[in-house]
């Protein structure tokens, strides 16, 4: 059989025999057990601090084998031994170079979300790190994509999150895949009546309700909700906005929010759980997802919002640039024009026909790649390229 060892980015946490994992990585590993014909071997590293959305298992009663290795603990031609796939990320440096360690009829399939682009993008808006630190950076991140490329060309395979990783990535590699990552299964799509409710709602001129989730932080664009929010009062339009989401501009954005001329307009609602309330939030108390990401990363919560029957506003970077061609879910601006995104959102405020559009553009894409036909696609290329089949899974 075809044993696989994943290698995976997951955190975990050690305390009296017990292992704590993410809830939702501990689900997801059991669905992908369930379609692989033999046990599956998960590598994960210690250090995390905390798992906010933790529960500690008993080893024994995960539905795969764990390794742990230390945090920069190397890993090593005896971790590969005896599985016929390894899984691993190309984002991690730390899983480059497992190619060299490969045996004969070994195979090694790779999965990559940042673009070298993105990379770099993160690396010089870090605010964390002063102008020689982000120049040491880009020094070290150009070393680490040379041995990124040179790996996915010696790989049998390569999945590809995102459209930008793909386009870039995918030639090099023999056998590759574009998927579009996200959480949404069919029971947390919205619903006709939550989209009718919605459209009514347009028709009669309620207020534009906005709506970001995800890291309060520069990479995402954070920065920039207070200044929309600043914006579409100058521009006389009645909206709210909710902020779902902690990080380093938590503060700073609250303090921001005190400042507006309409501050009860906008609320910090903090961290909550994705499937119990942020997505029956956004169903049923959402038009328009804001996106302010300044970089191209796959970003699930695109795909996310649009699931829930919300349009998406944002900047057009190369991912909602070449998802949006597709699903014509929204509109775009300029990358970092904080007054043209405002602007575009004041525009199409005063249209609803056009909202409602876009609305059930995004609605139907997202259904379309959901969670489990995405997830299936991948699969059924890591058994091809292993040469195995998978099993048949009741739903």
């Keep these: 059989m075809a044993r696989m060892l994943m290698i995976a980015p997951a955190p975990v946490i050690e305390s009296g025999g017990r292992v704590r994992l993410d809830v939702k990585f501990v689900e997801g590993m059991r669905v992908q057990q369930a379609h692989w014909p033999s046990r599956i071997t998960c590598l994960l590293r210690r250090g995390a601090p905390s798992i906010p959305f933790g529960r500690d298992y008993d080893p024994t009663e995960l539905p795969f084998d764990l390794v742990l290795l230390d945090p920069e603990e190397p890993i090593a031609a005896r971790h590969l031994s005896g599985h016929a796939l390894v899984y691993a990320s190309g984002d991690d440096f730390r899983c480059l170079g497992l190619t060299d360690h490969l045996t004969p009829g070994q195979k090694i399939v790779y999965v990559i979300e940042y673009t070298d682009e993105t990379r770099r993008q993160i690396n010089d808006l870090d605010r964390s790190r002063g102008l020689v630190g982000r120049l040491k950076g880009r020094i070290w991140l150009r070393q680490q994509e040379k041995r990124r490329r040179r790996d996915f060309r010696a790989a049998q395979g390569l999945q590809s999150n995102g459209y930008p990783a793909h386009d870039l990535y995918g030639p090099m590699c023999r056998d590759n895949l574009l998927y579009l990552d996200g959480r949404m299964t069919p029971e947390l799509f919205a619903t006709e009546a939550e989209m009718a409710a919605r459209e009514a709602r347009h028709a009669a001129g309620k207020p534009l309700r906005l709506v970001y989730s995800g890291r309060l932080e520069t990479m995402k664009g954070a920065q920039d909700l207070i200044p929309v929010a600043r914006r579409l009062t100058e521009r006389g339009i009645g909206f709210t906005l909710d902020i779902f989401g902690t990080g380093a501009l938590e503060t700073e954005i609250a303090e921001g929010i005190r400042g507006l001329p309409d501050p009860q307009r906008v609320r910090l609602r903090g961290v909550v759980d994705f499937e119990t309330e942020l997505v029956p939030f956004t ?64 525009d199409v405020a005063r249209n609803p026909a056009e909202i409602t559009r876009c609305s059930r553009n995004a609605w139907t894409f997202s259904q379309a790649h959901g969670f489990q036909p995405e997830f299936r696609r991948r699969m059924e290329h890591l058994a091809r390229i292993a040469g195995v089949t998978l099993l048949p899974v009741v739903a």
Excluded at 292 to 302: A, G, I, L, V
Aim: proline share 3%; charged share 20%.
């Design 283 to 346: 169903r049923r108390e959402a038009d328009i997802f804001l996106g302010c990401h300044r970089q191209s990363d796959p970003s699930c919560t695109y795909i996310e919002a649009m699931g829930c029957g919300v349009a998406v506003a944002s900047y057009d970077n190369r991912m909602w640039q070449r998802l949006n061609g597709e699903a014509q879910a929204g509109w775009g601006a300029p990358l970092g024009d904080v007054l043209a995104l405002a602007d575009r959102i004041a």
